[in-house]
């Protein structure tokens, strides 16, 4: 098993900026790719950036691109989120996840393929 906790979430005005953390520990040796999901009250939950630990190759959503950056550090065993120039819209309760699956670039950021999820940390971003 592996447990993931997040923490770094806050409120912020538009245009700041905060950085997620997402340690793991447990048997973490299972996992081979990890990310961050998120969800607004009424909303699906949506794949937000995705790292493959072992090559560091990353996957960004398309509303969040140019501004959010996911980076691991594997000392640590911990994945990070830093979100720049951020927007009422990015306001959600963010999830860590893990899976197992092989690591190819073109793993989807589907929620089916995470095995392991945190219990989330809130962002709010006021205008």
């Known amino acids: 098993q592996v447990q993931l906790v997040e923490s770094g979430g806050g409120s912020v005005q538009a245009g700041g900026s905060l950085r997620l953390s997402c340690a793991a520990s447990g048997y973490t040796a299972s996992t081979s790719y990890m990310g961050w999901f998120r969800q607004a009250p009424g909303k699906e939950r949506e794949g937000v950036a995705r790292i493959l630990i072992r090559s560091g190759s990353t996957y960004y959503a398309d509303s969040v691109k140019g501004r959010f950056t996911i980076s691991r550090d594997l000392a640590k065993n911990t994945v990070y989120l830093q979100m720049s120039t951020l927007k009422p819209e990015d306001s959600a309760m963010y999830y860590c996840?893990?899976?197992?699956?092989?690591?190819?670039?073109?793993?989807?950021?589907?929620?089916?393929?995470?095995?392991?999820w945190g219990q989330g940390t809130q962002v709010t971003v006021s205008s």
């Open positions: 996840a893990a899976g197992r699956r092989p690591a190819v670039p073109s793993l989807a950021m589907d929620r089916a393929n995470f095995d392991y």
